[in-house]
């Protein structure tokens, strides 16, 4: 293939590790990359989840041509662990009033609007 994407979602600041295992197939190609996260797509933490990403990548000669990410539901199950370890002062994530309005932001994500700007950022890629 000319153009391959490769989408992951975020899971402690990084793709899974099984599909990072995966990634070092990919060799000398040109590449898209998109992911979901819980956190906001344009800040600091997402940015360094794609950078820490796109890192073993470019290491293996392959060129990133375009990338995307956007919010992602997190999962419930991860949701209660955080909460209860916020409830016990186990945590370095307090449960604050941001935080809760962003986990219900992430959970309507990715939604219509995210394709489009999805589609947009890999429109014209040859």
């Known amino acids: 293939y000319d153009f391959i994407a490769l989408g992951f979602y975020v899971d ?17 190609k040109k590449l898209g990359v998109f992911m979901t996260l819980g956190a906001e797509p344009g800040g ?11 890192k ?6 392959n060129e990133i041509v375009a990338e995307f ?7 419930p199950k991860l949701l209660e662990t955080m909460r ?6 186990n945590s370095p994530h307090p ?15 990715p939604d219509e609007k995210d394709l489009a700007n999805a589609k947009a950022a890999f429109a014209g890629i040859k």
């Not at 990410?69 to 999962?75: E, K, R």
């Not at 209860?84 to 002062?89: E, W």
């Not at 449960?95 to 959970?107: C, F, H, N």
């Open 84 to 89: 209860k370890m916020a409830s016990s002062g």
């Open 12 to 28: 402690k600041g990084e793709a899974e590790a099984k599909f990072m295992r995966f990634l070092r197939k990919f060799q000398g």
């Open 95 to 109: 449960m604050t009033p941001e935080r809760l309005a962003r986990w219900a932001e992430a959970a309507k994500h």
């Open 69 to 75: 990410s956007c919010q992602g539901a997190i999962d």
């Open 56 to 61: 073993g990548l470019k290491e293996n000669g």
């Open 44 to 54: 600091e933490h997402a940015r360094k989840c794609l950078d820490a990403f796109e």
